[in-house]
């Protein structure tokens, strides 16, 4: 465990601004599910380091990130539009509505395991083409132990191909804990077996998220191979808005772990001053975010139809047509 | 009588699945403590203890392929796929290894496995907890395959699942999970045979077929067109695989139209196999072609577009209109 | 003209897509320096390097999951997967992710992956080795779906789903790999567009509708009932998603009795959705119900029983029988 | 790596007598492919030892076997009747002709990875009724690479399972060396990241490899939980009678390979008369199973039908009885 960031660490101040946006957004959201205006949402509560941390590591002229579908904080760290993003939750798009493309943020992927074998391919195109770019992939405890993940890290390092696997360990896969899920205890211990390294990192320190991620990109970037980042971390909130967590552990457990949520032990680790400024910026993020949200329209039933092959067939052309005229009619 | 839920009516076959044979084995992501994201398990683990009702750690092609092992030294596995969607990472270990155990085995190894899987959309869930794979299923040699219609349906169904020495594939329509019934499920029922459908509506101008979710919404249509002197029988398929024949043939006969329902994509649904089945029984008196009325050819849509999706009261009405006005060409 | 196999027209068909885009990647089990089990991609690594053409480890899922991420920095890969029944563990990243990635982001990241898919039965191979998917793919919103039956059909399909924009399953018929037939692939030719079919055969006493293999089998009928007197024509649907449905209505109008054989098993096979398709649209016209020849509901077996399972000449003529003698009860 | 077992080692004359029927049963298996008496075989040669060492080490009043499609050393060592298992080959029944579940050999499975699996959900069924007993499952250095391996291992981890997972790796998969296949280059490794112990084996030693395995059964009925043993050894023949292994792997390897032949330095350990005496035992037990399989008979279609299903559903019945009728007429 590091010790905590100095004061006059600007990266630092950097990596609250945008944590405290994130954590103002998550509360957000939260509340705007309560009012029914979000149907449904995957708080971020307590993981704000890990993904701020991981995601502002990335160079976003080459690299690419794979998100799960608890990555606000990853895409606030990227630039991408809150609106765009949460557009998910108010469930107008699947894979939200900012372009993944020019994001460098592929769309939010809920099954767990498989982003994380795009990302391997992604990085064998880039090490293809030489840009010296690196795929970052994020993926949970609980994901850890499905089949995909290990596909995508032998062939990683058969291929020594430049991705980071990062593992936001938040204790929990909705109400199975880490020791139940993972054999041997740690993910991070995994990548041994795979001929590169693994590392652990107290994923509620942000610059420590952030150098262990930025040394493993760089040592994917010239060519190393992949690491595994593995952040401990935990899961504040419930799984989702409709989950009860009293159902599987203890009110005490989350006292004793919201002791070291990372908005907090920030917020001692700055100026009043920096705090404050980082408060306003975040409640214009929030306004212009809840506005956008609440301004959003549904999408066009077209949009079912358009987007399922790039060159349309007949059969489905005929389909929306029929589905217009019913409309019309 | 109590009043029911099918979450609930679930809920009590599996408990009394597991007090009439100790050999009966619960598992799967979340059932235990928690008792199920949907709390169909709720309770069980107390009940019946952590040997017979667990959790398993995040991976569903385990999930499977445990299931063959536990068949194999003499278990009845009763798993759980989380969601609809999440079982295509097991589609292998279902396809290749549970449907085919018992056959490669020339009935050595018995598998009496029944697969609980929350189906079909509905309720504005998140990607990949809306599909419907029944086509899929019932394509695959070995498999049976179920899905309820309500609450009395759902309880009788899964016990006679569990009992089947034969893998069955228990689809269970999520947005009927809070529908209630007066029924005691501690009368005893003779069950009708495997395969059998079920007429819940007399009509004489067309039969609807439907399963799953689809049957109340064929109930609400034929109130409606009853409304207008039309009288449609509805027929809930209730088993997909092996489907009830006779019991179309014998609804066809009298009705002489008929139009199928699903919610999964038209293109090689299960709407095809019905209609074929009717076409094949019933040309003669068949008086228009069946109709079929589905999902689009898209992926099932975010919640916004669901409604589009998802054959409405109007989209049925439509189909039933075209076979009644039927004219021969 | 040259004499070319469907295996050396496959292999020509990848040369020259891979001369011709610098962007298409090949790759798969063993497709580098042994050529592929089938020897169809023999050659091919010596030509174009082991950056192009490479062999993966044997994970599926990991094939088809690094496509999606190849596709995504933008290279056009042609995955194949070693066999048909192997490619059950890789239907979690063609269903939820290579299907749908283009949807999901909007149109964003575009999906030109070609999964070349050696398919169907006929060969005395092991188990998972004769397997028919094309019920199961063609159901997935997202996927074109195309079953060559003969060697200048295999070279231009294959051409024409490398080209084309969007996911395509290129299932080759093993069995018809050494079939020989004279045409240049030099040759310039402009391809009929995605999703028609082909008219094989003239006739005026039903139409047989095949694909695959199964073409050259239909023709064999043709030819024995040609005989009798019986004037059959023979459609090669070919692209099993889209499906030609005006091709189907246009032949079967003029003909006005249809059988269709395939090897998958007969209940939600593809069979049904062809048959649909003819009585949906030919139903005045029809004078016998769609007769449908396919394999039993069974799991592929051995060698010794597969003349048994696979349709044959014996009983599509009957099925031809069965519609030519049929009045209406 | 081992010494040489000692001469008076009564243990080994036995392990070798093993290993000797089981090669000259390959030989005399690739002898009746060529003659075209088996359609297809998969060899051994050079693998006895891990085959017939590991197997040897089962205590078969309680633990159970799990093979790939390349186990016939396991199959003589269990005791099976080599025609039974053999049949498989002449494609006569994909499982084979034994008896699974009194064999305690589970059907040859051909899907890589697939049964490991199952050997986990069996080793949970056998810890839930305290029998004491203990799974082995083999595979492959290729198989290591699927998704399924990982997830078997996860999980028996976490459940502390009595399984031993056995490694073959005898350094390629077809055309792939295990150095492109096995990322770190060791499937033993891989255990501590699951923390249970993994052990290296010289898999051409019989006695180190039953003592290795020996070793690992009594942990894991011990309650010790799993064990990982690779067992390194070579692949002398082809991957199968259809392959071609000049194509990928030079003669020189095959030679230098050949010098590790456990048959030929089991013989050099052996007196020249124990050498004889299991020569005499190996060529009667040859011919036996080669008059066994000349009069084996092809299985009646009925077969197919009947193992479809313990309890048959009506639909299959009625398939059975068409074919039936097709088959008198
Ligand atoms: C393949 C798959 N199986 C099941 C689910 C249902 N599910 C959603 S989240 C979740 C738990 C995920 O745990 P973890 O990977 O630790 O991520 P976290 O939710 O803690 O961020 C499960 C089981 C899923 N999304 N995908
Ligand atoms: C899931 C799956 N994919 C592909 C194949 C085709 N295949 C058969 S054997 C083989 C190589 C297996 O290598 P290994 O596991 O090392 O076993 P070995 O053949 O060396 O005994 C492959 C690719 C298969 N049987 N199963
Ligand atoms: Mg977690
Ligand atoms: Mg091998």
């Given amino acids: 465990m590091r010790t905590l960031p100095l004061m006059d660490d600007a990266e630092f101040r950097e990596l609250f601004r945008l944590m405290l946006v994130t954590r103002r957004l998550d509360e957000e959201a ?42 606000l904080g990853a895409a606030v760290a990227m630039g991408v ?25 592929s769309p939010p992927n809920a099954v767990v395991g498989g982003p994380v074998l795009h990302a391997v391919g992604w990085a064998m195109g880039a090490q293809l083409d030489g840009t010296g ?23 990683a390092g058969v291929y020594r191909l430049p991705v980071v696997f990062f593992c936001q360990n938040n204790g929990w896969a909705i109400s199975l804990p880490t020791a139940r899920q993972v054999a041997g205890g740690s993910v991070a211990a995994r990548a041994a077996g795979y001929g590169f390294e693994g590392v652990r990192v107290d994923g509620n320190d942000a610059t420590a998220v952030f150098e262990a991620t930025r040394k493993a990109l760089d040592h994917a970037r010239s060519g190393g191979g992949p690491t595994i980042v593995e952040a401990m971390t935990y899961r504040l909130g419930p799984h989702s808005t409709s989950d009860d967590p009293s159902r599987y552990r203890s009110a005490d457990e989350e006292r004793a772990r919201a002791e070291h949520d990372p908005i907090t032990t920030g917020m001692a680790a700055l100026t009043a001053e920096d705090v404050a400024d980082a408060e306003e910026h975040a409640a214009s993020v929030v306004t212009r975010t809840t506005e956008g949200l609440r301004a959003l329209k549904t999408p066009p039933g077209d949009d079912m139809f358009r987007f399922v092959h790039r060159e349309p067939t007949a059969a489905l052309l005929a389909q929306h047509r029929a589905w217009k005229e019913s409309q019309d009619a | 009588m109590p009043e029911l839920s099918l979450q609930q009516a679930l809920n009590t076959a599996l408990r009394h699945a597991c007090e009439d044979d100790d050999r009966v084995l619960i598992f799967g992501e979340d059932v235990g403590e928690l008792g199920g994201v949907f709390r ?31 068949a194999m030294a003499g278990w009845r596995p009763v798993p759980e796929i989380q969601f609809d969607g999440f079982s295509y990472p097991a589609i292998d270990q279902i396809v290749n290894q ?35 794979l029944e086509s899929l299923f019932a394509h695959v040699p070995g498999l049976k ?24 594939v228990f689809m269970e329509p999520k947005s009927r999970y809070w529908q209630r019934e007066d029924f005691d499920p501690a009368e005893p029922v003779e069950p009708p045979p495997i395969g059998s459908s079920r007429v819940v509506r007399r009509g004489r101008h067309a039969t609807l077929v439907a399963w799953g979710a689809m049957v109340a919404r064929c109930r609400q249509v034929a109130e409606l067109a009853a409304e207008d002197g039309v009288e449609l029988e509805v027929l809930d398929l209730r088993w997909l695989k092996p489907i009830d024949a006779d019991g179309l043939a014998e609804s066809v006969s009298r009705t002489r139209r008929a139009v199928v329902v699903h919610e999964a994509p038209l293109t090689a649904g299960l709407g095809g196999e019905v209609s074929s089945l009717i076409t094949e029984r019933c040309f003669g008196d068949l008086r228009a072609p069946v109709q079929r009325v589905a999902g689009f050819d898209v992926p099932y849509p975010s919640g916004a577009l669901e409604d589009e999706y998802l054959p409405s009261v109007d989209r049925i009405l439509t189909a039933v209109q075209t076979a009644l006005e039927y004219r021969r060409g």
């Fill in chain 1, 30 to 71: 939260i509340a705007l599910q309560r009012q029914g205006v979000l149907p449904a949402y995957a708080p971020v509560r307590g993981q704000e380091a890990a993904q701020v941390g991981s995601a502002a590591a990335l160079d976003l002229s080459r690299d690419f990130a794979f998100p799960t579908y608890r990555e």
């Fill in chain 1, 81 to 105: 539009d809150p609106v765009a993003y949460l557009a998910m939750h108010l469930n107008i798009w699947h894979g939200g509505l900012y372009d993944a493309s020019t994001s460098r943020l």
């Fill in chain 1, 133 to 155: 770019g690196a795929a970052l992939t994020y993926f949970g405890d609980g994901a850890s132990s499905q089949g995909d993940i290990h596909e995508a890290m032998n062939f």
């Fill in chain 2, 40 to 70: 169909v398990t709720d309770g069980l683990q107390d009940k019946f203890g952590a040997q017979r009702v667990f959790d398993t750690p995040l991976a569903e092609s385990a999930i499977m392929g445990l299931s063959v092992g536990l």
């Fill in chain 2, 98 to 132: 549970v449907a085919r155990m018992h056959y490669r085995s020339r009935g050595s190894l018995g598998m009496p496995i029944t697969l609980r899987l929350p189906s079909f959309g509905g309720i504005r869930a998140p990607e990949h907890h809306g599909e419907s």
């Fill in chain 2, 145 to 168: 395959v179920v899905a309820p219609s309500g609450p009395s349906e759902g309880y009788h169904l899964l016990r006679q699942a569990i009992a089947d020495p034969d893998p069955v």
